[in-house]
């Protein structure tokens, strides 16, 4: 054989020996290839990689081949996969922390939990403190569906979603357990004892003692409001029906509005009464309609009247104009029986309660089978009228006529202008509303409370 013919043989041999030399089960260096990516090209992890060719650190040299798996005595070929299902090339090893686990280390990295046991052989989610995981790349279908379409303008990033709540100071009544003192209670609301004793009018810490009752602060998450829709309180005559009313329209999204019950003295009582026009001077409120139906010589109220947050009288009156103190307004009905209600709980989240009634509408309808309270005769002819609604939660309405009407008329009325919801007031000489201070309808005669309308109020809102 010529020595030309010779030497081309054996460079023919010694190249079909080094294509020959990574079998399946054993894989060669690339140049630039670390510990890492071999293991990931491999499908096995670091450590077994190590492992099964006794490497004690990461240092491997190009075209080294080393072994990757255990030969097997028989072994089937890999069916074929599509490209979308190949393993990811990895984006490099994570050293797992103190508190950290599988599926907060996907979402870290934006891969699938799966993903992430399938590169890292995990039989299980467990991980420890300390351990390497291979973190491999999004997977090529994410990044197709990703991709934007040929000529289609760049994805922009999302905005951040707004809040839809916001954390508020409130004020709120506690009593004192059997184990509280003057300190644990201010360390629990984060004030000093001197401040708790002074925002709660009293001479000294020693007043408070199990069993007493402190205003306390309390930062409470509340729906962050609407934007307005109109003035903070407006007034109006109009003839519905060709009736003529008087009405004051509050929209409640203004965060310095406060619905709020008007009393005849500051110490709380309602003993004495006053007339709709004294009640308002007297308050400053903006606008002030009367309030619901009371006893004729002690004036105490039939139903439920908190204000502030404090629980001022409790009756048998089962329906109510409940108010947070971030101005969400409903009317709801008391279904505890007045004997087996806890006190200290009833209404609570409510800043303004105004038990009254009968109901008149409902979600827009005519009610007209009103509970076995309301006994009265006098309560069903005809007679001035006074009335509260909604037409929505953040829209109060408060209406007054002095035209005679049963209350159906009253129900109908109040439909007319747009209202879901209305309680009835009191009537008869009871009926009243002011506006700025002066009476545009007063009452006849003295009522037990007001229902007052504050525009600028920046003080403390209260809850219970």
């Known amino acids: 054989m010529p020595l030309r013919l010779l030497l081309i043989g054996l460079l023919l041999a010694g190249s079909a020996l080094a ?3 990574t079998t399946p089960n054993t894989t060669t260096v690339r140049k630039g290839e670390t510990v890492v ?23 491997m040299s190009v075209g080294q081949v080393l072994k990757v798996t255990p030969a097997p005595a028989l072994s089937r070929p890999a069916p074929a996969r599509s490209a979308l ?9 994570y050293t ?9 280390i996907a979402r870290k990295f934006g891969v699938s939990v799966g993903a992430l046991q399938r590169a890292n052989r995990l039989r299980t989610s467990m991980i420890t403190p300390g351990q390497n995981l291979i973190i491999p790349a999004r997977s090529a279908a994410a990044v ?20 839809t709540t916001e954390i508020r100071t409130m004020y709120t009544y506690i009593r ?9 209670v201010a360390r629990r609301y984060h004030l000093s004892v001197d401040h708790l004793r002074r925002l709660n009018g009293l001479s000294t810490r020693f007043a408070m003692m199990p069993g007493s009752k402190l205003l306390v602060p309390a930062r409470i998450p509340v729906p962050i409001p609407p934007a307005p829709l109109r003035r903070p309180v407006t007034f109006k005559a109009l003839r519905p029906l060709g009736v003529r009313v008087q009405i004051i329209t509050v929209d409640l999204r203004h965060r310095n509005v406060m619905i709020a019950p008007v009393l005849p003295n500051l110490r709380l009582t309602f003993e004495r009464g006053a007339r709709v026009s004294q009640l308002a001077r007297s308050s400053g409120a903006r606008a002030l309609i ?16 908190v204000m502030q947050g404090r629980m001022l009288a409790w009756g048998r009156i089962p329906m109510a104009l409940a108010i947070t ?3 969400r307004a409903t009317i709801r009905a008391t279904t505890t029986p007045l004997l087996r209600r806890p006190l200290d709980t009833t209404w609570a989240g409510m800043e303004t309660v105004v038990a009254t009634g009968p109901r008149i509408l409902t979600r827009g309808r005519l009610s007209t089978l009103y509970n076995s309270v309301f006994r009265d005769p006098a309560l069903f002819g005809r007679a001035s009228r006074s009335a509260v609604g909604l037409v929505s939660n953040r829209d109060l309405v408060l209406v007054t006529t002095h035209a005679k009407l049963t209350p159906t008329e009253m129900g109908k009325v109040m439909a007319r202008l747009g209202i879901r919801d209305a309680l009835l007031l009191d009537g008869g000489s009871s009926a009243g509303i002011a506006w700025n201070g002066s009476a545009a309808l007063d009452s006849v005669r003295k009522v037990s409370y007001g229902i007052g309308v504050f525009t600028n109020y920046t003080g403390r809102r209260y809850v219970r």
């Open 325 to 327: 103190p971030d101005n």
């Open 96 to 104: 797992v922390k103190r508190g950290e686990w599988l599926n907060k």
């Open 144 to 163: 197709v569906a990703r991709r934007p379409a040929p000529g289609a303008a760049p994805a922009r990033s999302a905005p951040r979603p707004r809040p």
């Open 37 to 59: 990516q071999v293991a990931a090209r491999a499908g096995i992890s670091v450590a077994r990689l190590r492992a099964l060719n006794g490497l004690r650190n990461d240092a």
């Open 19 to 21: 294509a020959s030399s």
């Open 290 to 305: 009367n309030g619901g139906y009371f006893h004729p010589q002690s004036y105490a109220p039939a139903g439920d009247i």
């Open 176 to 184: 004192m357990g059997p184990r509280d003192t003057a300190d644990s």
């Open 85 to 93: 299902s190949r393993p990811a090339a990895p984006q490099g090893l």
